[in-house]
């Protein structure tokens, strides 16, 4: 008999390949706003200080200590003064093209498609991210998983944030799931796995990057594919 009935997924770099997206969109801005030109900055040097100022601040997200909105409002300004690009001027439309276009992107997390279509002919999907409405929403459309999900809860729809009960509890609430007949899919120990952990639920820990840890996971995978092993031959 099947164990679950309701599935619930994370959506950044669980199903929706964030890093991809946003070096897609890194280097077209690059190229718009023209940072190669004066001195010798490459859009490789502006890539992978995006991304370690970006880790660092999530770290801080994560933790609680500073809210999107500070991300948003520091992350280029602070790569900018790391690469000793000073006071440019372009910097608050950079900011802005970065949050409208990379939701656009529509790269996904390999199997993703595959593995989402065949799923949901046997279960009810969800989605519970921390993210904005309207940003999340614009990922799911263009990426085209619109389709797949019943219930989309970011983390401003549930005033609450993963790895808060609170979040989890509002999103089974609005799926009329209980715990018991739920999993949690997600790649973020903390937020998705301890916090679906917290009320109760089921979880499968997806480690593309096959880090270790001591942490007690219901299943682990590297790739989606895996899921059929879990999840279709019950
Ligand atoms: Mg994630």
Known sequence: MKKYKHLFFD????????????????IELFEKFELGTNGDLTADDFVAEFFRT???????????????????????????????????????????????????????????????EALSKHYSMHIITNGFEEIQATKLKYSGLEMYFQEVVTSERANAQKPDPGIFLFAMEAANAKASESVMIGDNLITDIQGARGVGMEQVFFNPGKITHDLEVTHEINHLFELSGILLNV
């Open 11 to 26: 959506l950044d770099e669980t199903l929706w390949d964030y890093k991809a997206n946003a070096v897609d969109t890194l």
């Open 54 to 116: 970006n880790r660092e601040l999530w770290r801080k997200f994560d933790k609680r200590l500073i809210d999107k909105d500070k991300i948003r409002q520091d992350r280029f300004p602070l790569i900018f003064e790391r690469l000793g690009v000073d006071g440019h001027e372009d910097v608050a439309a950079l900011q802005k093209s970065f949050i409208y276009e990379s939701p656009k992107k529509g790269k996904l997390i390999d199997h993703a498609d595959e593995i989402l």
